[in-house]
């Protein structure tokens, strides 16, 4: 993806709230499951990380993407923003 499709994507992401929050536990199997879940239900999701490590939430958003075959979109703070395209599109981003 290019700048203006992040841009784009982070845009959108901003009146959402977390559907997932990974605890001090870190992120499990169940974690990545429940990922998985809202990703296919709304392609676009902010997860919430309780951990104060900042390189240990890089990290795991590293992971989330890499084990999800999503997209990092944003990360600021103990937010982070992932975006999947699902088979059946309901976020149309700008080819250019």
Excluded: W
Aim: glycine share 4%.
């Amino acid at each position: 993806m290019n700048s203006k499709q992040i841009s784009y994507l982070r845009g959108l992401a901003h009146s959402l709230n977390p559907v997932v929050m990974i605890s001090n536990k870190g992120l499990s199997e169940g974690v990545l499951k429940e990922i998985n879940i809202c990703l296919d239900a709304h392609e676009l999701i902010k997860i919430k990380v309780m951990m104060d490590d900042k390189a240990l939430r890089t990290q795991m958003l590293t992971d989330i993407c890499e084990q999800t075959n999503a997209i990092a979109v944003h990360h600021i703070g103990k937010q982070l923003v992932v975006y999947r395209q699902s088979t059946k599109p309901k976020i149309v981003v700008p080819t250019k």
